[in-house]
């Protein structure tokens, strides 16, 4: 009897336990030791899984095609970020031959041979790039710069002996161009010193005695110069000092080297493809029947045949130019998206592209220009989502504050999600940029998920819209760019499918700017915002961004040096009204960016944190100017949904 009663005890004393232990702790996402959170809650560990297929997709774009082999280096992911991949035939196997923890932004095949190519990364998203050597026989890896510099736009010489490219070696602000061979990285030297940051090799003369360089000043003004390739001496090709600013976007000798076909907005409000006569620098348009942008050309090999890309509206549109009869040839009809990374093979015939659509991510294709022969060479994974379901964009339209049309992208969710629909306004960079019809990857989430609209407008200031648009905002018109977002929260009230009173504003760079001043502009109309890398302050940005861009941004924004000026910036900088933002805002930041230093969101964070503002902030120490790392991109992508979660949706 006392065994059974001793028993009795034992049993009831074990429930009594384990009814009192704490239940145990949801699980949660654990973030890399390499991020840094504050004022962000848990985020369940189950959104991993939730969102998964939306996070698993990948992207391909054509780095060059091999000399001699039909077979190409493309980029793309299989770890963290894109690196250097072989493919040998359309639809073949991605061999990756680069495994780097950092991204690689471009490659170049030795022009003659193909054993080696040459290929540029940075470190940590620092924009400090590097030019290494690859050697395919053997794999090996030599770096051909410094190791300290920012050094770009490289390029080989048509013999294959010689490597062109800018570096701000010298005094780490002006870019001065160097020359070397890269089967000999001693032989490196500068050709030429010069002044700025914005020069560029665009392209050798036939013979190699000349180069192409391109004087970039901003968005608006840009010139062409001839380099002597011994000597450094320098011509400049096209007009420079009129009434009118004008901008050249690309350029390439003729087959001759007699000529030069570049685009130019020069006498026109688009860009155009024209033909400069190098002997008497004339300018003959060769697409003046087009009024878009032409945004993209290359010349075949044999010189026979121009391709250019067309930006009509968002989309592009594939040309073929004959050289000799200077008429258009029939293109093949292409998938329909965004067309970049056009090259020829040195065939004549096949022409590689990259396509990005709302259906698909971008993947790389050829062209055969005489048969018309369209061959997919990638087929990127989307994480087992059917694309074929995803929404197609609907290009929409809108009045502005003082009368202008306005336009963008309004992504819908599925018709299963009724009644009228949250949104989320998501404001592109540049501020030169342009909002297109591209695929969504992660951003598909919010619309099949979580049934919220995403809108992608293209506000004054974006590309593609011809001279005058895009300067509309320069200078002391920068407010004006703020009431057109402004204009759309009034044109998203009279939309009867989306839901004007649950409105979140994002962007990144200048779009993180504006998703301040909107946050401050309009505060009682938006229900919380998402900064990515955006400037606070346009007086400290310039004063604190890298030495090599801050001529470059004064154009655009404004010489912070001037008094008036100054005043000016200051008054309508969103730090200087923080007091006006009282819905939550999430703020995300790379510790290396060199275009936005990371004060700028931390003198927000910090200032709104006083202010009582529900703020979240997300560093992460080993990225730039935005998120290139899948884990880093994957981490924020949990904490925006969170953020969406609590205050757009509830």
Request: proline share 6%; with cysteine.
């Amino acid at each position: 009897m006392k065994h059974h009663v001793r028993l009795l005890a034992i049993v009831f004393l074990s429930i009594l336990v384990f009814a009192q232990a704490p239940a145990p702790a949801p699980q949660v996402i654990k973030p890399g030791e390499n991020l840094v959170l504050e004022g962000i809650p848990p985020i369940p560990a189950d959104l991993a899984t939730t969102t998964l297929r939306y996070t698993e997709y990948r992207t391909a774009t054509v780095l060059d095609w091999h000399p001699r082999e039909r077979q190409m280096l493309i980029a793309t992911r299989f770890a963290d970020v894109p690196q250097v991949h072989l493919v040998k035939f359309p639809g073949g196997d991605r061999t990756q031959l680069t495994f780097f923890p950092d991204r690689i932004n471009a490659a170049e095949y030795q022009p003659t041979r193909g054993e080696s190519f040459i290929f540029s990364k940075d470190v940590g998203g620092g924009e400090w790039y590097q030019f290494y050597r690859y050697d395919l026989a053997s794999g090996d890896i030599t770096l051909l710069t410094d190791g300290k510099s920012r050094n770009v736009g490289g390029l080989w010489s048509h013999a294959g002996d010689r490597f062109a490219y800018s570096s701000t070696r010298r005094n780490g602000k002006d870019l001065d161009i160097y020359v070397m061979n890269p089967a000999d990285p001693h032989t490196d030297h500068m050709l030429a010193q010069l002044e700025g940051g914005g020069w560029e090799v665009l392209d050798w003369a036939p013979d190699d005695k000349r180069m192409l360089v391109m004087e970039f000043l901003s968005a608006e003004e840009s010139y062409l110069w001839l380099f002597d390739s011994s000597s450094g001496d320098k011509t400049l090709l096209t007009p420079k000092g009129g009434p009118e600013k004008i901008s050249y976007t690309f350029a390439q000798f003729s087959k001759d080297g007699k000529g030069v076909y570049a685009g130019t907005n020069k006498d026109s409000e688009f860009h155009r493809l024209v033909y400069v006569d190098l002997a008497n620098k004339q300018h003959t348009v060769l697409s003046g029947n087009i009024n878009w942008d032409v945004e993209d050309f290359a010349l075949s090999e044999d010189g026979k045949t121009l391709a250019f890309v067309t930006n009509e509206d968002g989309r592009s549109v594939l040309h073929l130019f004959d050289t000799a009869t200077r008429r258009e040839r029939p293109a093949p009809a292409l998938p329909v998206g965004v067309i970049a990374g056009i090259r020829w093979h040195k065939n004549n015939r096949d022409l590689a592209v990259d396509i990005n659509s709302a259906r698909s991510p971008s993947d790389v294709y050829s062209v055969d220009a005489q048969t018309g022969k369209v061959e997919r060479w990638t087929f990127s994974e989307t994480g087992g989502l059917n694309t074929s379901v995803l929404p197609e964009p609907e290009l929409v339209h809108w009045k502005t504050f003082d009368g202008r049309t306005l336009s963008g992208f309004l992504y819908r969710p599925p018709a299963k999600f009724t009644g009228k629909r949250p949104v989320i306004v998501n404001i592109h960079g540049g501020p030169e940029a342009q909002a297109r019809p591209v695929f969504l990857g992660r951003n598909n989430y919010y619309l099949n998920e979580l049934g919220i609209a995403v809108l992608f407008p293209n506000v004054r200031g974006s590309n593609g819209y011809g001279k005058t648009f895009l300067s509309l905002d320069n200078g002391f018109r920068r407010e004006d760019t703020y009431k057109d977002i402004g204009s759309l929260l009034d044109w998203i009230k009279t939309r009867p499918d989306l839901n004007g009173d649950r409105i979140m504003i994002t962007g990144g760079s200048y779009g993180g700017h504006m998703t301040l001043a909107v946050s401050t502009y309009y505060a009682d109309r938006i229900r919380c915002s998402v900064d990515v890398v955006g400037m606070s302050n346009l007086v400290t940005f310039l004063e604190h961004t890298e030495a090599y861009r801050r001529d470059l941004r004064r154009v655009e924004y404004g010489d912070e040096r001037d008094p008036k000026m100054r005043q000016f910036l200051e008054r309508i900088a969103p730090m200087n009204n923080v007091q006006k933002i009282t819905k939550p805002l999430f703020i995300v930041q790379g510790k290396n960016d060199p275009r936005v230093p990371m004060t700028e969101s931390q003198q927000m964070a910090n200032t709104l944190k006083e202010h009582h503002v529900p703020v979240w902030y997300l560093l992460a120490n080993d990225e730039g100017h935005g998120f290139a790392k899948k884990k880093n991109q994957d981490f924020q992508f949990y904490a925006t949904v969170e953020f969406i979660r609590q205050y757009l949706l509830e």
